[in-house]
């Protein structure tokens, strides 16, 4: 069988025509790829009659047209949105760029784009454009919903509208969501370059957010957990939805053209879509079964309400779609390998559509569940308490020392994260190892280690008591950022992505796979400038100090995604200060050991500084939040937040310790290596270096001989000899470290002669042989012992170290 990479550069064979209208080995036609939207609308129309989502209201019905259209439009726009974000996928991580297949980044700017390449941006723009009118309808259409009347063009109608898109939170979600999406589509008709179309899909992932954040998940009893699964969900949907729109939009050019000299990269463009397709399958069914338990607490509602048996619906569709790509994966990817595999491609092909048809359904009743009622009120209820209004969370019951072990709620934004970082490292391994190669086990127990220490912030304990008492929250803020780093740069784990991703060689045509885009990250400008020494330390103490004396801490603690961008800023920063002293991946460069040690002392200091600073503060920080929660037990809120200066102080300092004893432990291994090294060179090459340091005195002493002779034969009579001058100045150079050495050589026939020579004699002293001006070091013909320290020369030398970095390293060395 041909590998896959050979069967997608070579020339397909000619697909013989199928019937007009359907599915061929050449791909999926017009009339089919629009048979997935009508099974969109018609499974949307049948799921709303059933929930009664489209019955009017008994009080403020806004009519048929906004009861029917806003799904409608709601459907329009999640199916342009994963449109967009497949083809951005597609073009950036799995279709080739250009035709032409050189490497050069010159070449390839020149060379012409590939058909596929051009026509998934053309499919991506379009569709964003039906991406920003259908966001601008569902915000029409929602404010119509909202208010109980029709659509109208007064200017009351105008006026209410304008005030719902500033100053209601549905209504500023949804302008948001318009404005990001006029960028991207903008952005799409005129950005080709691979890089700035991955800042465009960026930009698309994140118009998602203000979809999340609104619906009925923003007010469930768990808010933010329904809130961080719809928004693992969203981001998995339209990867996946995207994706399988993409193949079936492409199915008739990925097949070349033997005439163009294009090949056949089917099979390329299933397989790496299909590893993406996996991750995104598990993400989807599980972010939607967390989603639902949040919003369906008791069984029997799950069955026995519209809105439960619609969930249910939609997760065995789910698992269908699960088990047709699961049968790519088996079955359709390794027979597509072999060359002139016809049937392969024609059920290919069958699937996609069958694939595309369910999607069409789900996505129906997706958006009939969004249109629907839950079991569960979704308002707060007339009596919450301040803590449930300020933080969304009833108070937990008192601290004691028992419930840093028990008190639990799970993000389950960073569970994913948690989870999907331990699964790619356990494949990495494996790769690895597959290969022959090995990998540290201690590197990965502190991965695992660090994951843990990761959710435990995150979701444990510290994440609980830190809505409510400052102290805890520095627990978790100061883990977040000093303890969890340290294990996790320990793990090494762009090292190993870099050992274990495949790289995609020669006639890949300008794509980009993983390991690509990931070194180009580590190399570029931006990385030069993050893990720098001096900013990656200022950012990661002066940070602390514009986050708490700014509104930017209320904001963290108030709104759901100014706390998890918290979050993930101080990880980052931390793990970027860590990486930058004590990692062993790849930077674009690395501060001497002695700056190493100063930068932590630095920080050491600031962190005491900050500390000292909340526990003598007698203002209370944020204090809208933390002041008004109606906390009944514990210490007042100012007192809570000097012992959290306290805990600043005594957790900011011990891991920083630790870390500076790691840069002093690698310092002294890296003079031992270096040690090590100049020996291995010296044994190598017969001492060269010695030898080339005695020569030049040897021709030190050749110069001042000459000098005097000349100063001699010039002199006059009654005038002081400049001979004695010279003698005296030559014998002040040399006047310290005077030392014979004796060395034993032994030539080619075996004979052993013995030499003497001095380093460091005076002008007077040497002697025009070439044994003068030699260090006094006694050696034998083996060259490993017996080296003094009879003088010490200043070398700079560079290290490199097990990541390829190269770090100068100047020492004092003897012989």
């Keep these: 069988m041909p590998s896959a990479r050979n069967s997608a550069t070579a020339p397909s064979p000619v697909p013989k025509p199928g019937a007009p209208g359907g599915t061929t080995v050449a791909g999926i036609s017009l009339p089919w790829q629009l048979a997935g939207l009508a099974a969109l609308f018609l499974t949307l129309a049948a799921a709303l009659i059933y929930s009664g989502a489209s019955s009017a209201r008994q009080v403020s019905d806004p009519g048929e047209l906004v009861r029917w259209g806003l799904p409608f439009a709601k459907a329009i726009h999640n199916v342009s949105v994963a449109t967009v974000v497949g083809g951005l996928i597609f073009a950036v991580g799995i279709l080739p760029k250009n035709i032409g297949g050189s490497r050069s980044r010159e070449k390839d700017a020149d060379a012409p784009e590939h058909p596929a390449f051009a026509r998934a941006l053309a499919v991506a723009a379009a569709a964003g454009a039906v991406w920003t009118l259908s966001a601008v309808a569902v915000l029409v259409l929602t404010y119509a919903d909202v208010a109980g009347q029709g659509l109208s063009g007064d200017a009351e109608f105008t006026r209410s509208l304008v005030y719902f898109m500033t100053d209601i939170e549905t209504g500023k979600a949804w302008l948001a969501v318009t404005i990001i999406a006029a960028v991207v589509t903008t952005a799409l008709f005129g950005v080709r370059s691979l890089t700035g179309l991955a800042f465009t899909l960026l930009l698309a992932l994140i118009g998602l957010i203000p979809t999340a954040l609104i619906g009925h998940s923003s007010s469930s009893s768990d808010h933010e957990g329904a809130i961080n699964s719809l928004g693992l969900h969203l981001v998995g949907v339209s990867t996946w939805v995207g994706g399988i729109i993409m193949l079936a939009v492409l199915s008739g050019i990925l097949t070349g053209s033997r005439s163009k000299g294009m090949p056949d990269i089917t099979e390329q463009t299933l397989r790496r879509f299909s590893a993406l397709a996996g991750f995104a399958f598990v993400l989807v069914f599980a972010s939607g079964v967390i989603n639902a338990a949040i919003r369906v607490t008791n069984p029997a509602d799950l069955f026995g309400s519209p809105y439960g048996q619609l969930i249910v619906a939609k997760s065995l569709a789910t698992l269908v779609l699960g088990g047709i790509g699961f049968m790519h994966r088996q079955w359709v990817i390794p027979q597509l390998g072999k060359n002139g595999s016809l049937s392969a491609r024609r059920v290919l092909w069958q699937l996609v559509l069958v694939e595309l048809l369910v999607m069409g359904a789900t996505s129906g009743l997706a958006v009939a569940l969004g249109r629907s009622a839950p079991p569960q009120p979704t308002t707060y209820a007339p009596d919450a308490s301040p803590s449930f209004i300020l933080s969304g969370y009833e108070l937990p019951p008192e601290l004691t020392p028992e419930r840093w072990l028990t008190e639990w709620r799970f993000d389950w934004l960073w569970v994913g994260v948690a989870l999907f970082g331990a699964v790619s490292y356990i494949m990495g391994i494996i790769k690895v190892r597959k290969r022959g190669d090995k990998w540290s086990w201690f590197r990965a127990v502190n991965w695992f280690i660090g994951l843990v220490v990761l959710t435990y912030i995150t979701s444990g304990p510290p994440a609980v008591y830190g809505r409510v008492l400052f102290s805890a929250h520095m627990v978790d803020h100061m883990a977040l950022t000093m303890v969890a780093p340290i294990f996790l740069v320990l793990g090494a784990p762009v090292t190993l992505a870099l050992r274990a991703l495949p790289a995609r060689g020669e006639g890949t045509h300008g794509s980009r796979g993983l390991r690509e885009w990931l070194l180009l990250f580590v190399h570029s400008r931006f990385s030069q400038i993050v893990t720098h020494p001096l900013f990656a330390a200022a950012n990661f103490a002066g940070s602390i100090v514009l986050f708490y004396y700014s509104d930017l801490f209320g904001l963290a603690m108030r709104e759901h995604v100014g706390h998890e961008l918290m979050n993930v800023h101080f990880l980052l920063t931390g793990y970027i200060f860590v990486l930058s002293m004590i990692g062993s991946d790849p930077l674009p460069r690395r501060a001497p050991y002695p700056m190493r040690l100063l930068l932590l002392l630095a920080t050491m200091g600031f962190h005491a500084f900050f500390g000292v600073a909340i526990m003598g ?126 060395r034993t050589t032994t030539d080619p026939a075996g004979r052993t002669t013995a030499e003497s020579s001095t380093a460091g004699r005076s002008t007077a002293e040497r002697t025009s042989g070439g044994a003068a001006g030699r260090s006094t070091a006694e050696r034998t013909s083996g060259g490993a012992a017996g080296r003094t320290a009879a003088e010490s020369s200043t070398a700079e030398r560079t290290t490199t170290d097990p990541a390829g970095q190269t770090e100068p390293n100047t020492k004092l060395e003897g012989r």
């Design 617 to 742: 503060g007698t203002g209370l920080l944020a204090a809208d939040y933390f002041g008004n929660l109606g906390r009944a037990w514990g210490p007042s809120a100012i007192g809570d937040q000097q012992l959290g200066g306290a805990v600043a102080w005594g957790i900011g300092e011990v891991p920083t310790l630790l870390v500076a004893i790691g840069v002093a432990v690698m310092w002294s291994r890296s003079d031992e290596r270096e040690t090590r090294r100049v020996d291995r060179a010296a044994d190598r090459n017969n001492d060269a270096d010695l030898s080339a340091y005695n020569d030049m005195f040897a021709r030190l002493a050749d110069r001042d001989a000459k000098m005097a002779s000349r100063t001699a034969q010039t002199s006059k009579p009654g005038q002081p000899s400049r001979l004695a001058q010279h003698e005296g100045e030559a014998a002040g150079r040399t006047a310290a470290g005077r030392s014979t050495a004796k």
